[in-house]
């Protein structure tokens, strides 16, 4: 008769903890932004469909595929760049970062409360769950740039911890956001909305509130930006160079990835949790077990049917795989001590031993994810100096569509006040930004309508070119050599015959 009061106490104090928790987790993200902070390109487009929402231009035509929770954040920000336009993106990186820190603190909870013990076991169990998770290849980037994932696990792995409390009401709500960032979440929420229905009626109006909801927020915004309420489902299988779609055999291209991501400690450790559960009738392991599974079997459809196999994809299976390690090695270890206090402790020994090589290639991934994560910072900031270089963005805007990297065309976007599909359709007619940074994706394109190109400036790696005034080129002799793209990035002439149309002098850059 003791524990369900006892629970019941616990899940009061974890609700009445959760205002706190959410104030604490935006503050980190809030001083995070202290470090080198820009969003990558999926949070650029989202920023900037917020922005277009609010102007009543939404063109989704261009750019990824669409994100419905994201956008609503990005709407509510956009009227704040008005005043300045960096406010919009710092905003959006305070609340994505704060997701990936509630992530890190939900596995906590998590691990510890499925191993049954708020003391030692437990403890040791919630670390390992957050240090497995925090140590996940690219979720370091993910976390620095934006990315929905981060923020999409803190909302499963919470929604699994009010359900464990009882409270399906708010396990509901924390689903359907959940799956306004990832719609792989869907199927999950269906069969737990088919299971409140029929064991719990009060909730049926709020169910059918959010079946209208969330085809609406998915199709009806593609619906208005595209003409195609699909869309997004084209772009997600759009199939780029590196898709897992394009190899002999996907599914097993998927499974070796799900092990690169998961890595080997956290899957023994999952399966030895999943021994422990069928032994033990743990209905939540296995339950977290087979959601697991049922992930994975999801992404592999996906790439079957030409989705891209993205390492984000995997996250959430295997952060699940993260949690279930650290009760399985908590459960293993409390098992060796039960038989002897000294077994217990060796067995923790061991345990810890087998994981430094990992430990260590993990620090390695980290250090490497971050200098990455600043390198992409560096770009973004070179590229806004080069804007600036090129007379600031209502110029650059007011000379035509202009072109950049792919991968900082989301960013052009923002910067310029163009949509993204029109910059994907007129590439190049005007001012163009060009790298020959391999990260920044292939070259800006340049239409070849246009004429010859001058260079405006050079930034950091990045080439400012215009075309040639229209007069100007019509006085060039036939042979006379023009700007060329190579691997190394632009050519100069080193001198037109007759010394006709010299390159003007490179502007240097000034401060926007």
């Avoid at 990835?257 to 450790?269: K, S, Y």
């Avoid at 994907?424 to 800006?444: C, D, H, K, M, Q």
């Avoid at 239409?447 to 070119?465: E, K, M, T, Y």
Wanted: hydrophobic letters at 50%; one cysteine or more.
């Amino acid at each position: 008769m003791g524990a369900k009061p006892t629970a019941l106490a616990g899940a009061r104090a974890r609700l009445r903890g959760a205002p706190a928790l959410l104030i604490v987790c935006a503050a980190v993200g809030a001083l995070s932004l202290l470090l080198p902070s820009a969003p990558s390109y999926d949070p650029w487009a989202w920023i900037v469909w917020g922005r277009e929402i609010l102007w009543l231009e939404l063109d989704t035509t261009g750019g990824p595929s669409w994100k419905p929770l994201p956008v609503l954040f990005t709407l509510l920000f956009a009227p704040l760049g008005e005043i300045d336009d960096a406010i919009p993106p710092a905003l959006w990186l305070i609340v994505a970062r704060a997701g990936a820190v509630l992530a890190v603190v939900m596995a906590f909870r998590l691990a510890r409360r499925l191993t049954g013990s708020n003391g030692p076991a437990g403890i040791g169990a919630g670390v390992l769950a957050a240090a497995a998770l925090v140590l996940t290849p690219q979720s370091l980037r993910y976390t620095a740039h934006g990315n929905e994932v981060p923020l999409a696990i803190a909302l499963m792995l919470w929604a699994v911890d009010r359900h464990l409390d009882g409270r399906h009401r708010a396990t509901l709500v924390l689903g359907f956001l959940a799956c306004l960032l990832r719609p792989e979440v869907f199927p999950f929420l269906a069969l737990y909305s088919l299971w409140a229905w029929r064991m719990d009626p009060d909730q049926r109006p709020m169910l059918i509130g959010l079946a209208a909801a969330l085809p609406a927020l998915w199709l009806v915004p593609e619906w208005i930006g595209s003409g195609n309420p699909l869309d997004a489902g084209r772009q997600a299988t759009s199939e780029p160079s590196w898709s897992l779609s394009r190899v002999e055999r996907p599914w097993l291209a998927v499974l070796e990835r799900m092990h690169q991501v998961v890595g080997w400690p956290a899957e023994v450790g999952s399966a030895i949790a999943l021994a422990f559960a069928i032994v033990r009738r743990e209905g939540a392991v296995l339950a977290l077990a087979a959601a697991a599974v049922l992930w994975l079997a999801l992404v592999v459809a996906m790439t079957e049917v030409a989705f891209s196999g993205n390492p984000r994809y995997f996250l959430p299976a295997a952060v699940i795989c993260c949690v279930l390690a650290g009760v399985g090695a908590a459960w293993l270890v409390a098992a060796a001590g039960r038989v002897h206090v000294g077994a217990g402790v060796a067995l923790a020994s061991v345990l810890a031993l087998a994981t430094i090589p990992y430990l260590d290639g993990g620090q390695e991934r980290l250090a490497r994810q971050a200098r990455l994560a600043g390198d992409m910072v560096e770009l973004e900031r070179q590229l806004n100096r080069a804007i600036t270089a090129a007379g600031g963005p209502d110029r650059v805007a007011a000379a035509g569509p202009p072109s950049v990297n792919r991968v900082l065309m989301t960013q052009l976007a923002w910067e310029a006040e163009w949509s993204m599909g029109r910059l994907e359709r007129t590439p190049g007619r005007a001012i163009v930004f060009s790298a020959p940074y391999r990260r920044a994706g292939w070259l800006a394109r340049i239409d070849p309508s246009g004429g010859g190109r001058r260079r405006l400036a050079r930034v950091g790696p990045w080439d400012v070119l215009a075309p040639l005034p229209l007069r100007t080129f019509s006085r060039l002799p036939a042979d006379a050599p023009r700007l060329s793209q190579g691997k190394d990035g632009w050519k100069l002439p080193t001198g037109p015959p007759g010394g006709t149309a010299r390159a003007p002098r490179a502007a240097g850059p000034s401060p926007r």
